[in-house]
Structures are given as structure tokens and as C-alpha cells.
């Protein structure tokens, strides 16, 4: 695992994990790294120190990939959850409830629903505020 500062393009700083440097290379140009508080996939990497290792043993043990995979997607279950049962699902016309919102059109609410990444965009470059939610957990008799 390598972590790498990373900075977009209006200037967010935030840090990521990656399984290898070629792993981070490959989400990056297939636009799969984008910035938490904006949603830029304009993402540069940040000049940062390397963690090196001393000399002495440590006592903690490594992280276990696996242990962090499944650890990770429980986190994204439990988020995706506490949208489904605290939030108004608007469907496909998110976008239009949340520009009204943002304008005081419509009653001030948490909502989440289907956009298309047109539509994101356009919302993101309006300054309403807007967040990908972590997709469904696959079902476990589809899963190989």
C-alpha cells in the first residue's frame, strides 16, 4: 500500500491509499480519483516525505489487505444505510431539487437520488453541494 497527498484542481488538499504506484497511475487516467470535497477528477499528486523504516523491529503487525478491503466496504455499507434511512430519495430529478434547495426554492432538506454526471457537474460548477454515495453492496449469491 502507498499514500499519496493529492490536490485538485481548486486547491483541496486530501491524502488516498493505493495498492502500488502503477495502481494510483491507472485510476488517474481512467478518472477514478477524484477530490472528497469537490468531486474534481483534475487530481494531482503533492511532493511529500517518504515513510521509511528504521532499523528496529516493530511490534504492530501489517496491515492486512483483505482486513482493509472488508473493513472499507462496511464503512461505505453503513453510509450508503444511513443516506437510505435518514435522507428524502428524490430519484432522477436530484439534480433539479438540489439547485431549488440551494436557492431556497424548496424546503432546506437532506436528499439523495440519481444524477446524470452531466448534471453533477453542472451542480458542482454552481456551487451546490453534492456527493457521489458508495454503491450498493453486490448481493452475496451473485458474487463468485
Not at 47 to 62: D, H, L
Not at 70 to 91: C, K, L, S
Amino acid at each position: 500500500m502507498i499514500r499519496y497527498a493529492l490536490c485538485c484542481d481548486h486547491d483541496h488538499p486530501f491524502e488516498a491509499w493505493f495498492g502500488s504506484s502503477s495502481a494510483y497511475d491507472d485510476q488517474a487516467a481512467r478518472g477514478l480519483v477524484e477530490c472528497p470535497l469537490c468531486g474534481s477528477r483534475a487530481v494531482s499528486k503533492q511532493i511529500m516525505a517518504p515513510a521509511v523504516a528504521g532499523t528496529r523491529k516493530s511490534t504492530a503487525a501489517a496491515a492486512d489487505p483483505a482486513q482493509m478491503q472488508a473493513m472499507m466496504m462496511r464503512v461505505a455499507h453503513e453510509v450508503r444505510a444511513h443516506v437510505e434511512t435518514n435522507f428524502d430519495y428524490v430519484g432522477d430529478s436530484f439534480a433539479r431539487e438540489a439547485r431549488d434547495i440551494h436557492e431556497g426554492r424548496s424546503e432546506k432538506r437532506e436528499i439523495y437520488g440519481e444524477a446524470t454526471p452531466a448534471e453533477v457537474k453542472a451542480l458542482k460548477d454552481d456551487g451546490v453541494p453534492c456527493a457521489a454515495l458508495p454503491p450498493a453492496p453486490p448481493d452475496p449469491s451473485r458474487v463468485n
